[in-house]
């Protein structure tokens, strides 16, 4: 009852301009995560998406195994929600995922190489299809690396080989000739073996003429901090003529977050930002949710949380006045 009062709520409004309008000014887009039920139920959640941010993800809600976890049977009103909320607010929408290992219906895991690449190019078609002209990019490709800086084992590489990332790329230009195309990776905001072999495929596709226009950095941290080579693996990506894109951004702290450690996490969230100001290519920052009451932090790692901008309450923490005050000089 007291959970159900409280997300009929107005948002209590949060100080300072709104993080679109910083961003706006700096020419970055300055986006969110969402969730489609959060959104539907929590009248405040939804009335920060739409007041603080540009941009939004839908955080699980594109994936495969959300869309199509029987084959055939399409599950798509959580996506239409977001997509038709972020209409109304005129934000952009980045499209998150088409072809990832993770979050795969169990199906597709099954299907031999014949099948799979006849499925993958159909899906990439149906969501791109579908929000054509309203899904400005798309992740095409997720997280294809290992840590080791291998082409990581999934059922596209272990069926289709190495091509199943440019064939992706073409069938992705073909159904949405509009959109922008990411290959977006997890791990690789340094220069490090990982991001090192990203590069050169990235390097690669361009010079077969692949149809890819940025490479996103989702950056999952902590209070470790940065890699100090951020601004420069950004640099050396622009380099080679695509966009770059901070789309996951995120500070995990050790729980119980204690004001020390939110204060520590303050200036990690202000580096974050200044180095995609510092990038001309650098033209979107995506936060993977601005609240610890949703953020995939607090739910899939133990001991972990305290990840977002604001806390479970929808409070600013230390984070988010350091993000307004590096957008703002
Ligand atoms: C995460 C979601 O945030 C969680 O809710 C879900 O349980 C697992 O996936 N890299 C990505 C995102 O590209 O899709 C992942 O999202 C986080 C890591």
């Given at each position: 009852?007291?959970?159900?009062?409280?997300?009929?709520?107005?948002?209590?409004?949060?100080?300072?301009?709104?993080?679109?309008?910083?961003?706006?000014?700096?020419?970055?887009?300055?986006?969110?995560?969402?969730?489609?039920?959060?959104?539907?139920?929590?009248?405040?959640?939804?009335?920060?998406?739409?007041?603080?941010?540009?941009?939004?993800?839908?955080?699980?809600?594109?994936?495969?195994?959300?869309?199509?976890a029987?084959?055939?049977?399409?599950?798509l009103?959580?996506?239409?929600?977001?997509?038709?909320?972020?209409?109304?607010?005129?934000?952009?929408?980045?499209?998150?995922?088409?072809?990832?290992?993770?979050?795969?219906?169990?199906?597709?895991?099954?299907?031999?190489?014949?099948?799979?690449?006849?499925?993958?190019?159909?899906?990439?078609?149906?969501?791109?299809?579908?929000?054509?002209?309203?899904v400005?990019?798309?992740?095409v490709?997720?997280?294809?690396?290992?840590?080791?800086?291998?082409?990581?084992?999934?059922?596209?590489?272990?069926?289709?080989?190495?091509?199943?990332?440019?064939?992706?790329?073409?069938?992705?230009?073909?159904?949405?000739?509009?959109?922008?195309?990411?290959?977006?990776?997890?791990?690789?905001?340094?220069?490090?073996?990982?991001?090192?072999r990203?590069?050169?495929?990235v390097?690669?596709?361009?010079?077969?003429?692949?149809?890819?226009?940025?490479?996103?950095?989702?950056?999952?941290?902590?209070?470790a901090?940065?890699?100090?080579?951020?601004?420069?693996?950004?640099?050396?990506?622009?380099?080679?003529?695509?966009?770059?894109?901070?789309t996951?951004?995120?500070?995990?702290?050790?729980?119980?977050?204690?004001?020390?450690?939110?204060?520590?996490?303050?200036?990690?969230?202000?580096?974050?930002?200044?180095?995609?100001?510092?990038v001309?290519?650098?033209?979107?920052?995506?936060?993977?949710?601005?609240?610890?009451?949703?953020?995939?932090?607090?739910?899939?790692?133990?001991?972990?949380?305290?990840?977002?901008?604001?806390?479970?309450?929808?409070?600013?923490?230390?984070?988010?006045?350091?993000?307004?005050?590096?957008?703002?000089?």
């Open positions: 009852m007291a959970d159900a009062r409280r997300q009929g709520r107005d948002a209590e409004p949060l100080p300072g301009t709104v993080l679109r309008e910083l961003g706006r000014e700096r020419g970055v887009f300055i986006g969110t995560a969402v969730r489609a039920a959060a959104q539907r139920d929590n009248k405040a959640y939804r009335q920060l998406v739409a007041a603080q941010f540009a941009s939004v993800t839908p955080e699980n809600e594109m994936k495969w195994g959300a869309v199509e029987k084959r055939g049977e399409l599950r009103e959580d996506a239409d929600r977001i997509v038709g909320a972020a209409q109304d607010a005129g934000q952009a929408v980045r499209g998150h995922a088409l072809v990832f290992h993770s979050q795969l219906p169990g199906w597709v895991e099954g299907l031999g190489r014949a099948e799979l690449r006849t499925a993958t190019r159909a899906h990439i078609r149906r969501m791109m299809g579908r929000y054509r002209g309203r400005a990019i798309w992740d490709v997720n997280e294809p690396i290992t840590d080791g800086g291998e082409l990581r084992r999934s059922p596209f590489l272990d069926k289709l080989g190495p091509g199943y990332i440019a064939q992706a790329f073409r069938d992705a230009r073909r159904a949405d000739p509009k959109a922008k195309l990411y290959i977006n990776e997890i791990g690789g905001e340094g220069i490090n073996p990982k991001s090192d990203l590069y050169a495929l390097r690669d596709l361009k010079a077969r003429g692949v149809p890819i226009d940025g490479v996103g950095f989702q950056m999952h941290v902590n209070l901090g940065l890699q100090p080579t951020y601004v420069e693996n950004l640099r050396r990506f622009a380099a080679l003529g695509v966009e770059v894109a901070i996951e951004a995120d500070v995990g702290v050790r729980l119980p977050p204690t004001p020390a450690k939110l204060r520590k996490q303050a200036p990690i969230f202000a580096a974050i930002v200044r180095g995609c100001l510092a001309q290519a650098c033209k979107h920052l995506t936060f993977w949710g601005f609240t610890d009451g949703h953020s995939w932090i607090s739910t899939t790692q133990p001991g972990w949380g305290a990840a977002t901008l604001l806390d479970e309450q929808l409070r600013p923490k230390p984070a988010f006045r350091a993000v307004q005050r590096a957008l703002r000089r």
